[in-house]
């Protein structure tokens, strides 16, 4: 679970810093965009560092170049990033509730994550689990989709089933409670 929170938080740092390189693309024609006066600029800023910035359409300046390229990485990798966490957390949530223990647990936060799907929520659990072969009660967080329907039932206060790995404290919420 943190590691698809930490896979996602990454690609959402990637998206936002991309925009730095996609503005350098524009940069990179000055000459082209601002007219003379751009030439101007870029034919001074050529004299330090030469074919930085472009002066005419003709091709792309080396700014250009370099931003468009890494533009394109930083978006496929936040894209691969950001929905790649969905499928990394669910593909956790279904090993443990595979190979969990049980437990039942107490709903002590909860709130949306803002994901949708088929316009169901995502919501982040916060839980207090108690196992049910006496160890020490402990307190877990996950991110599960719930049935909208269902939703009112999985408030603050309230008993769900859960599986859970003594190992990692991973927790998943018994699907039928969903």
């Known amino acids: 679970m943190k590691t698809a929170q930490r896979m996602q938080r990454i690609g959402q740092w990637l998206f936002l810093f991309m925009w730095i390189p996609f503005l350098c ?3 990179g024609n000055i000459g082209e965009i601002f007219g003379s006066a751009g ?3 870029a034919q001074d800023v050529n004299r330090y560092i030469p074919g930085l910035l472009g002066t005419s359409g003709e091709e792309l300046s080396i700014l250009s170049q370099v931003s468009l390229v890494l ?3 930083m978006a496929v990798l936040a894209m691969l990033l950001t929905f790649g966490s969905l499928g990394f957390s669910s593909a956790a949530n279904s090993r443990v509730r595979a190979q969990g223990k049980e437990a039942s647990a107490t709903i002590t936060h909860l709130a949306s994550t803002g994901t949708r799907v088929n316009n169901n929520p995502m919501v982040h659990f916060t839980l207090e689990v108690k196992p049910a ?3 020490p009660a402990f307190f877990a967080e996950t991110e599960q989709l719930v049935d909208i329907v269902n939703l009112p039932r999985l408030q603050k206060g309230s008993s769900v089933r859960v599986r859970y790995d003594p190992n990692s404290q991973e927790v998943a919420i018994d699907p039928s409670e969903l």
Do not use: K, Q, Y
């Open 71 to 73: 533009t394109l990485v």
């Open 39 to 41: 030439v101007r600029i």
């Open 133 to 135: 072969d006496g160890s």
């Open 25 to 27: 693309i524009f940069l």
